[in-house]
């Protein structure tokens, strides 16, 4: 059902400052910026292989990351995502077990289009988890 680590998602309060914090310490390239007008955000990732980073900057002063941001200013580990082969399957699978998704069963994508769902927090060790539909 879980296919792996897709990646991990880092919520900054600036994505060009962010990007050239990461190329200059670390030497990593962050890709194309998109916007994800759903979700309220403007992203872009850094490849790692199998995994990726994902940097996320607030679209809209009531996204979700305009809050976590009000939270943590200097920003931080928003959540993680794992890979799974089909996200209705695994959230039904999952809330067989007693974990709670996040939005009310409403269908989510992400910016490539595909779907994902949200893991309540309290049911994964405190941390909020991501599902994303990767098929083949």
Request: charged share 20%.
């Given at each position: 059902?879980?296919?792996?680590?897709?990646?991990?998602?880092?919520?900054?309060?600036?994505?060009?400052?962010?990007?050239?914090?990461?190329?200059?310490?670390?030497?990593?390239?962050?890709?194309?910026?998109?916007?994800?007008?759903?979700?309220?955000?403007?992203?872009?990732?850094?490849?790692?292989?199998?995994a990726k980073i994902e940097?996320?900057?607030?679209?809209?002063?009531?996204?979700?990351?305009?809050?976590?941001?009000?939270?943590?200013?200097?920003?931080?580990?928003?959540?993680?995502?794992?890979?799974?082969?089909?996200?209705?399957?695994?959230?039904?699978?999952?809330?067989?077990?007693?974990?709670?998704?996040?939005?009310?069963?409403?269908?989510?994508?992400?910016?490539?289009?595909?779907?994902?769902?949200?893991?309540?927090?309290?049911?994964?060790?405190?941390?909020?988890?991501?599902?994303?539909?990767?098929?083949?």
């Amino acid at each position: 059902m879980v296919t792996g680590l897709s990646h991990v998602s880092i919520a900054v309060p600036d994505l060009e400052a962010a990007a050239r914090q990461l190329h200059d310490k670390y030497g990593l390239s962050v890709g194309a910026r998109m916007v994800n007008a759903e979700q309220g955000v403007r992203l872009a990732y850094v490849e790692l292989g199998a995994a990726k980073i994902e940097l996320m900057e607030p679209s809209r002063p009531d996204s979700p990351i305009a809050k976590f941001l009000e939270r943590n200013p200097k920003g931080g580990i928003h959540h993680f995502c794992l890979g799974v082969d089909d996200v209705g399957k695994a959230a039904h699978a999952f809330a067989q077990n007693g974990v709670r998704l996040l939005g009310a069963g409403k269908p989510q994508r992400n910016v490539a289009g595909e779907p994902i769902a949200f893991l309540h927090p309290g049911d994964f060790l405190g941390a909020l988890v991501e599902l994303e539909e990767h098929k083949g």
